[in-house]
């Protein structure tokens, strides 16, 4: 407990495999501190964690295959697992433990694979993603990397999950505005939205709709807007116009939403009356 109360800040663990067998691997672990600027200073580099281990696999999804009782607490750790080479496999079991995961190119795909055939949980989903996006900002992982990653999130509705996601996917919109690959992303990421999350929500909040699923909502059709997305933003004028007309008052939820995406899409007309909404 002294590692975690006499020093500052947390962990970063590597994890890379090592070795293979049929039925077993031996995975390389490496500590360090994580930073948010991505360097360390001479006393950074000193610092050690007793960091608790455990770890979950295509196998035992549900189960720890190390318990907790089994300490990292030196620069370097070599072990071997009961996991088949072919499985993908996790630190850091819903992520109750504090300390950021970093795997190897390798790893990462199997973990993506698992993610589409819906073989991890939520939240381990969402702190596989939260630490390589992290880490990503950090400058110790790749971008490629990370937008690769988010492929394998197409079919997700997790609203916690999304919220990483939109996070995402607007940093990068902001980060590539105004260069020659922006549409490309832009196009590529309303694509990722509109053939996934976009089929299973919809505009109207549906009888007795838990709260996750209403903040899901609004994230996504955000996120379109976000996105520039045509079908979004002239649905927001849409919207926009019937309520100017008198029809039925846009949710609460939505209507920043709506007002920006019709803001971004109107006539000048519209233009006009949505300002009155504001100013007079």
């Known amino acids: 407990m002294r590692s975690w109360t006499s020093q500052k ?3 970063v663990v590597t994890v890379s495999v090592k070795e293979k067998k049929d039925n077993s691997q031996t995975i390389s672990l490496h500590q360090e501190k994580f930073n948010q600027s991505g360097t360390l200073s001479e006393d950074d580099k000193k610092y050690l964690w007793s960091v608790p281990l ?6 035992s999804p549900q189960s720890k295959v190390l318990l907790s009782s089994t300490l990292f ?4 750790l070599t072990l071997s697992v009961e996991i088949p080479p072919s499985d993908w496999f996790k ?7 504090i300390y950021r995961t970093s795997y190897s190119s390798e790893l990462y795909a199997k973990l993506a694979k698992g993610i589409t055939e819906k073989q991890i949980a939520p939240l381990d989903r969402l702190s596989i993603l939260d630490d390589l996006f992290s880490l990503t900002l950090a400058g110790q992982q790749s971008s490629v990397e990370l937008l690769k990653f988010v492929n394998a999130f197409k079919d997700e509705k997790d609203y ?5 996601l939109s996070s995402i996917l607007r940093k990068y919109n902001q980060l590539l505005a105004g260069t020659t690959i922006h ?15 976009g089929l299973y929500i919809s505009w109207e909040a549906k009888t007795d709709e838990p709260h996750l699923e209403k903040l899901l909502r609004s994230t996504v059709i955000s996120l379109l807007v976000n996105l520039e997305d045509e079908k979004t933003l002239e649905h927001c004028v849409k919207l926009l ?3 100017l007309d008198g029809g039925a008052a846009i949710s609460a939820d939505l209507r920043e939403t709506v007002y920006r995406g019709a803001a971004m899409k109107a006539d000048v007309t519209v233009f006009e009356k949505l300002i009155k909404v ?3």
């Not at 607490?73 to 370097?76: A, S």
């Not at 916690?160 to 990483?164: A, E, L, M, S």
């Not at 490309?184 to 694509?191: M, P, S, V």
Request: aromatic letters at 18%; charged letters at 20%; glycine letters at 4%.
């Open 9 to 11: 800040g947390y962990p």
């Open 73 to 76: 607490n030196t620069r370097e």
């Open 241 to 243: 116009k019937e309520q």
């Open 183 to 197: 549409e490309k992303y832009r196009q590529w990421a309303k694509e990722l939205i509109n053939n996934g999350i």
């Open 54 to 59: 455990s770890i979950v696999s295509h196998s």
């Open 278 to 280: 504001f100013f007079v």
């Open 160 to 164: 916690t999950v999304w919220f990483c």
């Open 91 to 97: 630190l850091n079991f819903s992520a109750v433990d």
